[in-house]
């Protein structure tokens, strides 16, 4: 093997070489990363989202400004709004998990929970659930203004620190959120147009440009 | 032809113990099914493997039962890291040298 004069060698060996080097690479991007995530899963969230956030309009007749709107706030409209939001996210971790293990069949890969999975679901779901119970310690507080950049800045962290563990174009997404979480907290007012914006429209377009970006490579 | 050749390393010719190799550097550790299922590989292919890893001084194990089953966890040393990265790097070369010899 040593000995073999370079310059000779088969064009074949190399290509063989070249295989390998890509099968590897391959392997080591699966093993570290969960690759299963389905571009149909922001697409879809993003679209509840956006009827949730239509929704919550006409709970509020039609207002877009849930701030100021402190003294509208009965506690029929209270329960109706967590009702909304718990159904809303049941829903979308629903539609993430199902749209995933389809992904994971269309890719031929063996459906498992494995290590890079698990990382994922911790470092997503770690800061999410931090930033969801403080939404709800400000919503109960009665700091209803807040609640909305609270949720954009948390979900905006929870993708960032996830983007590490599946595809890291994810990151983009997070930026994207933390900017519109940190605009939506100078400005009063208008918390469910922000909400609408980061939930709905930013993920219907993430999962739009991932599929784009997907179908052509 | 200044080519490091002796970066060739015969450890890792097999295609199995690099895969293995470049699995374990991308990872802190990882136990013996999810290496059996990445590589997808049989018990005792990957046994055999593992254990010319471990002689070499590329891998380390670490045996830990859950309840009565025995979970074994492999980790790469220092060593390992270090011939995986050159023996990546020789193989570049040459793949450099074969495509500039024949005038590819």
Redesign the interface.
């Known amino acids: ?2 000995t073999k004069p ?4 088969q ?1 074949r ?2 290509d063989e ?2 295989s ?2 890509t ?2 690479r391959t ?2 991007n ?3 990363r969960f690759l299963n995530l389905s571009p149909y899963a922001p697409i879809v969230s993003g679209l509840l989202a956006l009827a949730a956030a239509w929704g919550v309009n006409r709970l509020y007749n039609g207002g877009w400004d849930i701030a100021p709107m402190l003294q509208l706030n009965t506690h029929a409209r209270i329960q109706a709004l967590i009702g909304m939001a718990a159904a809303l996210v049941l829903l979308c971790v629903a539609a993430t998990v199902g749209l995933s293990f389809a992904e994971a069949r269309r890719n031929g890969s ?1 459906i ?1 929970i ?2 890079a999975a698990r990382r994922l679901l911790w470092n997503f779901f770690l800061p999410l659930l931090v930033g969801g119970v403080f939404s709800i310690a400000l919503f109960v507080g009665g700091h209803y203004g807040l609640t909305s950049s609270v949720m954009l800045l948390f979900y905006g962290m929870a993708l960032v620190s996830a983007s590490a563990h599946t595809f890291s174009s994810v990151r983009f997404l997070g930026y994207a959120e933390l900017a519109l979480g940190l605009a939506d907290s100078f400005c009063q007012g208008y918390a469910l147009v922000f909400w609408a914006v980061g939930f709905g429209a930013f993920n219907l377009l993430f999962g739009i440009l991932f599929l784009a970006t997907r179908n052509r490579s | 032809m200044n080519l490091q050749l002796e970066h060739i390393d015969k450890t890792l010719e097999s295609k199995v113990r690099l895969g293995i190799m470049a699995v374990l550097t991308v990872n802190e550790s990882l136990d013996f099914k999810s290496l059996r299922t990445l590589l997808n590989l049989t018990d005792g292919n990957l046994v055999t493997h593992t254990r010319t890893l471990e002689n070499a001084g590329y891998i380390v194990s670490s045996k830990q039962f859950v309840g009565r089953i025995p979970n074994t966890a492999y980790r790469a040393t220092e060593a390992g890291r270090e011939a995986f990265r050159r023996h990546l790097l020789a193989l570049e070369q040459l793949i450099e040298a074969a495509t500039k010899g024949s005038g590819r």
Do not use: F, G, W
């Open positions: 093997m040593k370079i310059a000779k060698m064009n060996e190399t070489i070249c390998t080097l099968e590897i392997l080591m699966r093993s570290s063996k498992a494995d290590a």
